[in-house]
């Protein structure tokens, strides 16, 4: 019996010690873990808790263009607070302040006397002057801090492609958005230690970390000729009332977006934040986020794919339509080009002519330099939003489908992918992908970030660059690309007019006009697409539309880049205006021969009937090769 009770009296007592042991060890490990693993979290949270943080907002970096020019850059601003607790006399400090800031000093007053409060924001966006006439007061309570405010240089310009801040700072679209990280700055703040009521504590010594600005960004984008293309979309949006227009000019050579423009658009210094259709309809980079079923542009694609397949006839005949599947599909002249080489079918965009380049190469063909191009897929520019476009799956295209995809129809694409897809056409077919930021550096100037032009992919051969180079060459000089001409100089390019669909059914009266135009700029070829959306009225045709546009800019950037013209014997040191002659209410071969007369090439609506409309007016001086339009019925 004793020996049992000795056993229990032994076993309570090692139970004891363990427990004794592992509280002892419990103990031992929070103190270890306070003290050591701990103790700098500790140490932050005392600090927290005995000190009043002030921030210092860092300036956001510079946005620059190619030349240097500054399109966006930060000034700092001051915000002023106040701590009831540490001052004396809230009148006579309400007063000082009004008198320096204008505000008024009896609702100052009420603000300052309140209690139970540790800070007070008295106002904000103060100029670097009244900052210092504060200062000068020495006043104890009061206390600045730094902030950055965002400025736009050129206000409506770039307005998609900069983007914009919020209230805070941080970018909310574009470049603002797409590069926050580098252009954001390191913030800094002011820590003054106080006591538990937050009043400062004699022994304090205020300690000031400095901001850190964010990084120069500089752009692909060139002030100048982003100016050319600025001032064409805001003329053809108002020209032709339409719902939009916008225009990008890319180097072929790299992929280096040179301009990007849009219209409407809004003040970037004054945000439309209580107007959300409006803010959203102007931040959208239409040439980055909207898909479109491009028309003939897309016809310089097909010509690429059948040369370089060897597709092409000798000859084509275009009578106004084809018969594909038991679906007959319109040429966009409904009497027909007749008969006509592949070169003049170019210059003639007949439809016909690209449905059976389309069918002879043959789907599986034609997808498969689709893909080459980059079609239905993102380009990997760096501008937020990008779409893909919109392409039929592969084995659900019918001859019909492919042969309307052949003259750009029943396929969509976004505008940046039609031209960076273009701009491997002319450059001997290498694809790059386009960019808009060249370069990023620290405010030490160390590079952070460089662009990099790599070839995506190979399209086309040189031979077929160089033949179709050629063609398109003589879409403007002798095609329905005349209206881009300038004399002296060799501009190629493809007019687009694309009818709009709307819940799956082509929308009366609404087109995309466009016009893809291309010239080597010195040691570059430049490539500039024009689109105007919606253009109102009878005049629709991107002949007529949008070719001029993507001449005048062609024009502006050979003068700004000092290049000469060199004249041909065609061009005879210019061309001759003529008077556009009256041709109202003739009949279509009247008004046909009136207008080869007098050296006009046009385009027309109307199979008969006399005309009811023409562009331009009858007197007034136009060129002797440009393409003019009418409608009759």
């Known amino acids: 019996m004793d020996k049992i009770a000795h056993f229990f009296l032994k076993k309570r007592l090692i139970i004891v010690i363990v427990l004794v042991v592992f509280l002892f060890t419990l103990l031992f490990g929070r103190l270890f873990y306070l003290q050591v693993v701990w103790s700098e979290g500790l140490q932050y949270l005392a600090y927290d808790q005995w000190t009043r943080e002030l921030p210092f907002r860092a300036d956001r970096g510079d946005i620059v263009d190619s030349n240097g020019i500054v399109l966006a850059k930060s000034s700092t601003v001051y915000t002023l607070y106040v701590r009831p607790n540490e001052i004396d006399d809230p009148k006579f400090i309400a007063e000082n302040i009004s008198s320096i800031l204008g505000v008024d000093a009896q609702s100052l007053e009420k603000k300052l006397s309140k209690t139970g409060v540790s800070e007070i924001t008295v106002a904000k966006n103060l100029s670097k002057s009244q900052m210092l006439q504060l200062i000068s007061t020495d006043i104890n309570g ?13 206000g409506n310009f770039l307005t998609q492609v900069l983007g914009f801040t919020n209230s805070d700072g941080v970018g909310q679209s574009g470049i603002e958005m797409y590069y926050d990280e580098y252009l954001k700055g390191v913030d800094g703040a002011s820590y003054t230690q106080t006591d538990l009521i937050g009043r400062e504590l004699d022994s304090n010594k205020t300690i000031y970390v400095d901001s850190i600005k964010g990084m120069t ?11 050319f293309a600025q001032k064409a979309v805001e003329d053809a949006q108002i020209k032709y009332n339409s719902k939009s ?27 439309p934040r209580d107007d959300m259709d409006l803010l959203l309809q102007g931040s959208r980079n239409l040439l980055v986020t909207d898909a479109y079923e491009p028309g003939s542009t897309f016809k310089i694609l097909t010509s690429a794919i059948g040369l370089e397949n060897n597709a092409i006839k000798h000859s084509y005949y275009c009578g106004g339509s084809s018969m594909v599947d038991g679906q007959r599909i319109k040429c966009w002249r409904s009497i027909g080009h007749g008969s006509q080489t592949f070169e003049e079918g170019i210059q003639n965009s007949c439809n016909c002519v690209f449905m059976d380049v389309a069918l002879t190469v043959g789907k599986e063909k034609m997808y498969e330099y689709f893909d080459k191009f980059g079609l239905g897929a993102k380009t990997g520019v760096d501008i937020s939003g990008e779409a893909s476009g919109i392409m039929l799956n592969l084995d659900r295209v019918q001859n019909v489908d492919i042969a309307r995809i052949g003259f750009g129809q029943a396929i969509a694409v976004t505008p940046i ?6 701009c491997s056409v002319v450059n001997g077919g290498k694809i790059y992908e386009p960019y808009v930021v060249d370069n990023i550096k620290d405010i030490n100037g160390n590079i952070a970030y460089s662009h990099v032009a790599e070839i995506k992919n190979k399209t086309i051969s040189e031979s077929t660059s160089k033949t179709l180079k050629e063609y398109l060459y003589s ?7 005349k209206n881009a001409y300038v004399p002296g100089y060799n501009i190629g390019g493809k007019t687009g007019t694309a009818q709009k669909y709307e819940n799956g059914a082509i929308a009366s009266g609404k087109y995309i006009s466009s016009f893809i135009g291309f010239s080597d700029v010195g040691d570059d070829t430049l490539v500039c697409l024009m689109l105007v959306d919606e253009p109102q009225g009878y005049v629709y045709y991107g002949s007529i539309v949008a070719a001029p546009y993507v001449g005048q800019i062609f024009s502006s ?25 009256n041709i109202m209410d003739m009949s279509i071969a009247d008004a046909i021969v009136e207008l080869k007369k007098a050296g006009l090439d046009y385009e027309f609506v109307g199979e008969k009937g006399k005309v009811f409309y023409q562009f331009p007016v009858a007197g007034q001086n136009v060129r002797n090769n440009q393409v003019v339009y009418f409608n009759a019925k």
């Open 142 to 154: 009061l206390y600045l801090t730094a902030d950055s405010n965002r400025y736009y240089s050129y």
């Open 217 to 227: 960004t500089q752009l692909t984008i060139d002030y100048y000729m982003q100016s």
């Open 245 to 271: 227009a916008s225009c990008i000019i890319m180097s072929a050579n790299t992929g280096a977006v040179l301009a990007m423009a849009s219209a409407p658009t809004y003040d970037l210094n004054d945000i």
């Open 417 to 422: 992918q039609l031209a960076s897809a273009v």
């Open 475 to 481: 879409v403007v000089s002798e095609g329905s690309g």
């Open 557 to 581: 950037i050979f003068n700004y880049k000092n290049i000469a013209p060199v004249y041909s014997d065609k061009d005879e040191q210019g061309y001759e205006e003529v008077i556009m002659p």
